[in-house]
């Protein structure tokens, strides 16, 4: 271990106050220090912010360290809950720590997410719905680069804007492109709404709108996300960069069912195929890979999400907010 890294994690240790510190059954009474990680699925690092918040809440005087991928860093950056964040600390650094504690949901596949994380530490049964909304901050350069594409693009306070993200990281989780791009010719020349498309360069684009891709960092994106009027998405980083932004969400789904993927609010509501292949990720055993290795020639699942459904799901949204 190096000496800088060495002395960083004594300091970290030397501010934690002496308290009483309980978790999986054990007691420590001394100074603590606490390691929490998340490493795969930014979505999924994402929705670990609400079990530190628990950790934090129930010990506010423990230094807590949190250990992700470089990408994770970015999503966590400006989280109070968070006294330091590193980026995959080696084997020998992570022995100085009281405690260390691995965001694990996939033991609880029926569950969702966030509240996965919660009984994983043992702090489900005491938070109520706002102790479970994950969340994103945003810098004042974050949103004033959101202010600005607005206005580039002559976009107006009173428009309504559907972001679209029809990227996933994994393949059977994508619905067709082509059903996305029907959906998106409906949004802009039946409805005449303006369309914002997320995503990267590397994968393959709807079109049909402005897009962000390649063209922004992670949060400037969701700066501009926020200022959406709804999102339309495959089950991916942007849904649940949506659910912490409180943006209205049509989510699509196959292989997880929205129930695992979405909080219990109108606001966010799933398409999901009626009968047929579908949330393979409840039977999968395999928790390394569940969800992730589609065993039909194509993921008929998505496939069975049909452009009507999305469509009908959208016009909700629509008015739903046009209600209020």
Known sequence: MGAGVKGKILGIKKKAAQLSFVIRGKILKRPVS???????????????IPAVKAI?????????????????????EGCPYIDHLTVNLYKEDRGNFDREVHFKYELFPEMYIVDAYLRYIGALKTADA???????????????????????????????????????????????????????????????????????????LAG????????????????????CSMLLCNDSLFLHLAVALGVPVVGIFGPVPPEIRLPRDEK?????????????????????????????????????????MVKSRVEEQIDRMKAK
């Not at 606490?34 to 670990?48: A, E, H, N, T």
């Not at 934090?56 to 966590?76: C, F, H, M, N, Q």
């Open 130 to 204: 706002e102790a479970r909304k994950p969340e994103i901050w945003l810098s004042d350069a974050d949103r004033a680069f959101a202010d600005d594409f607005f206005t580039a693009n002559g976009i107006k306070k009173d428009d309504i804007v559907i972001g679209v993200h029809a990227q996933a990281r994994h393949a059977q989780r994508r619905w067709p492109i082509g059903k996305f791009r029907e959906v998106i010719r409906y949004i802009v020349e039946k409805r005449g709404m303006k369309v914002i498309e997320f995503g990267v360069k590397e994968h393959e």
């Open 56 to 76: 934090k809440k129930i010990y506010p005087r423990a230094v807590i360290t949190y250990d992700t991928s470089r990408e994770g860093r970015e999503i966590l």
């Open 268 to 308: 966010f509501k799933g398409c999901y195929p009626q009968e047929g292949c579908r949330g393979c990720i409840l039977t999968e055993k395999d928790y390394d890979n569940f969800g992730m290795v589609c065993l039909r020639p194509s993921p008929e699942c998505m496939e069975a999400v049909t452009v009507d």
């Open 208 to 227: 049909g709108g402005l897009t962000l891709a390649g063209s922004s960092t992670l949060k400037g994106s969701a700066a501009v996300l926020e200022k």
């Open 34 to 48: 606490i390691l929490v990680s998340r490493y795969s699925g930014l979505g999924d690092v994402l929705l670990s």
